[in-house]
């Protein structure tokens, strides 16, 4: 089993408040992950990083921002959260690849619903 | 069009079935390929990677097809406990950002 966890499982808040999704692994992995999935729909990449102090957006663009302040922390915040910002949030880690051509599993915390009213 | 596409299902098979996906993807750059496994309401796992020779894993093959930009998954003998989504997955560029498919969904019914 992958040691990647997240919290809160289950968040129900109203519009206009500040949320952090929490995201923590413990296997040292460089490289975390943010993705975006709605109910049958596909997962989209919001935000990645490298590293500690390394973020980047990803392809789906969000509202939220993250930080990477520790390896092994990756926390996602939404400023003021709306009806739109419903779903579920994953968060992924994998190992630093040792070059471009090579493919590190990703593994998955189990992930965040959030819905806000 | 979606880079990644899937035949969304639902399959119902009855057990010792043997079912095939589909997925095409749009991006000829794509590097690698992989399919995922995602039980309901459950973060997606790693089933097999994809080589372009093809590969077998137990009950399950999976091929690649680069020139009609194709990959398949086949499922031998199916079980109630491969019930699942299957996520079809590629790697474009040296990053290893994913792009996922929307998944298939997999009934297997006594």
């Known amino acids: 089993e992958a040691d990647i966890y997240q919290t809160p499982r289950y968040l129900v808040i109203g519009t206009g408040k500040k949320i952090t999704l929490e995201c923590s692994q413990t296997?040292?992995?460089?490289?975390m992950y943010w993705y975006q999935q709605d109910p049958g729909m596909e997962l989209h990449l919001i935000h990645y990083?490298?590293?500690?102090?390394?973020?980047e957006k990803g392809d789906l663009s969000s509202e939220s921002t993250v930080s990477r302040i520790r390896t092994e922390h990756f926390p996602l915040t939404l400023e003021s959260a709306r009806p739109s910002h419903t779903s579920q949030y994953l968060c992924?880690?994998?190992?630093?690849?040792?070059?471009?051509?090579?493919?590190?599993?990703?593994?998955f915390g189990p992930g965040t619903r959030l819905t806000v009213l | 069009r979606k880079e990644v596409e899937q035949d969304p299902g639902p399959f119902n098979v009855p057990e010792g079935a043997t079912v095939a996906f589909n997925c095409t993807y749009s991006n000829s750059a794509s590097q690698s390929f992989f399919w995922y496994r995602q039980d309901c309401r459950k973060e997606p796992k790693l089933l097999m990677s994809?080589?372009?020779s093809g590969n077998e894993d137990g009950r399950f093959t999976a091929q690649l097809n680069r020139a009609s930009q194709y990959i398949s998954l086949l499922i031998r003998d199916s079980k109630l406990s491969d019930s699942a989504t299957y996520l079809c997955v590629v790697k474009i560029g040296g990053y290893n950002k994913l792009i996922f498919g929307a998944g298939t969904r997999l009934a297997v019914h006594p």
């Open positions: 992924a880690s994998s190992e630093r690849g040792q070059g471009p051509q090579i493919y590190n599993e990703q593994f």
């Open positions: 296997m040292g992995h460089d490289k």
């Open positions: 990083s490298y590293g500690v102090n390394s973020t």
């Open positions: 994809v080589y372009s």
